[in-house]
C-alpha cells in the first residue's frame, strides 16, 4: 500500500495524471509557473513508425502508448497506419472512445499518399482532393482540429502555383463544411520554400487553410525534406522559413534528430526556433516528432521531450 502510495505521488509529480484528475490540470508545468505561455507538448505518431511498421506496438493503441509510457495527453496520427480504414466510421467511434476514456486529446491526421493536390493532370489533381476527404471525415469523427496534407505535384513552379491553388481551395472548402482545418506542411521541394507556399495561403485566403511548420524538413531538392544526413542538396534556411509559416500556423513540428552529450540537439538550435514561436505568441501544440538513428524511438521521444522543457523553461526565464 505505502509503495502504490509512493507511485502516485510520483506520477502526480510527472504530471502523467494531470488531465484525469481537474484540480491537476497544471501539474505538468508547475515549473513553468510565472513564466507565462504554458508548453503545451503532442506527440506525432511517426516518432514510432518503426514500432509500428514492424507490428511491435499497434497502432489502434497510440493514445494510450502516448498517455502512460511519455506522459503526453495529445496525439497526432499519421494515416498510412491505418490505410484500410479511412472510410470505416465504427474503427474511428472506436479510436474515439480508446482516447476519451484516457482523456487523450486528438489534434490531427497527417495524411501521406493520397495524391498530388498540386498536379499538373486536372483529373488526377481532382482525385487527390476527393482521396483526402475519408481523412477529413475520420479527423471529425475523432474530434481532431485539422488533417495535415503534403504540397506536392508540377515540377514547374508556375504551374505548381496554380495547380495548388486549385486543389487546396477545392479540399479546403470540402473541408470548411465538417470545421476541419487543412494544414501544410514543410515536407520538401516547393512545399519548403516557405515564401511560395505563404503566397499561395494569402492567396486562397480561407481561415481553415494554414500551417505545421517543421523544424527539420526543409530540403528543396528531395521529397519529405530531411535535412538529417547531410546529403540535401539545397536547403531552406530553417530559421526564416519557420518564422514565415508561423503566422499561418495551427500546429507546430518540433522534429528532432539526433542529440549531444549532454541532451542539446545537434542538428538546429531548438532556442532558436522556440523563440520564434513564443514571439509568434502560438498558444497551440508543439509535437514531437523524432526520427533520429542514435537512439531508440523511445528513447528518443523521451530525449526530445525532456529538452523542449528544458529550453522553453530557459526562454520564459529570459
Not at 469523427?141 to 496554380?162: E, L
Not at 514543410?186 to 512545399?191: C, E, R, T
Request: glycine share 8%; proline share 3%; with cysteine.
Amino acid at each position: 500500500m505505502k509503495s502504490s502510495k509512493r507511485q502516485f505521488i510520483k506520477q502526480i509529480s510527472l504530471g502523467l495524471l494531470s488531465t484525469q484528475i481537474p484540480f491537476l490540470s497544471n501539474a505538468k508545468n508547475l515549473f513553468f509557473e510565472d513564466m507565462g505561455e504554458k508548453l503545451k507538448l503532442s506527440l506525432a505518431q511517426w516518432s514510432l513508425h518503426n514500432a509500428f511498421e514492424s507490428g511491435t506496438l499497434d497502432p489502434i493503441l497510440f493514445s494510450e502508448i502516448s498517455k502512460k509510457e511519455f506522459g503526453i495527453p495529445a496525439v497526432e496520427y499519421v494515416n498510412s497506419f491505418y490505410k484500410n480504414k479511412g472510410n470505416d466510421e465504427s474503427f474511428w467511434i472506436n479510436m474515439k472512445d480508446r482516447s476519451d476514456a484516457l482523456a487523450v486529446q486528438n489534434l490531427l491526421i497527417m495524411v501521406d499518399d493520397e495524391g498530388d493536390l498540386g498536379g499538373e493532370d486536372n483529373q488526377l489533381r481532382q482525385k487527390a482532393v476527393e482521396d483526402h476527404y475519408q481523412w477529413i471525415h475520420a479527423a471529425k469523427i475523432m474530434g481532431c482540429h485539422s488533417i495535415r496534407v503534403n504540397a506536392f505535384g508540377a515540377t514547374d513552379p508556375s504551374i505548381f502555383k496554380a495547380s495548388l491553388i486549385d486543389g487546396l481551395t477545392k479540399l479546403t472548402t470540402y473541408a470548411a463544411k465538417e470545421e476541419i482545418n487543412i494544414l501544410i506542411e514543410n515536407h520538401g521541394l516547393f512545399s519548403s520554400n516557405a515564401q511560395l507556399i505563404t503566397s499561395i495561403i494569402k492567396e486562397i485566403n480561407m481561415p481553415n487553410l494554414g500551417t505545421l511548420p517543421d523544424f527539420g524538413n526543409w530540403c528543396l531538392s528531395a521529397q519529405w525534406g530531411s535535412t538529417q544526413d547531410g546529403s540535401c542538396l539545397e536547403i531552406y534556411d530553417p530559421y526564416l522559413g519557420v518564422e514565415s509559416l508561423l503566422p499561418y500556423a495551427k500546429g507546430v513540428s518540433a522534429k528532432a534528430y539526433n542529440f549531444h552529450a549532454n541532451g542539446v540537439h545537434r542538428n538546429f538550435d531548438y532556442e532558436k526556433m522556440l523563440l520564434l514561436v513564443k514571439a509568434q505568441n502560438f498558444n497551440g501544440h508543439i509535437g514531437i516528432e523524432y526520427e533520429g538513428t542514435e537512439l531508440s524511438e523511445a528513447d528518443g521521444i523521451r530525449a526530445t521531450k525532456k529538452h523542449l522543457e528544458d529550453v522553453w523553461k530557459k526562454i520564459w526565464m529570459s
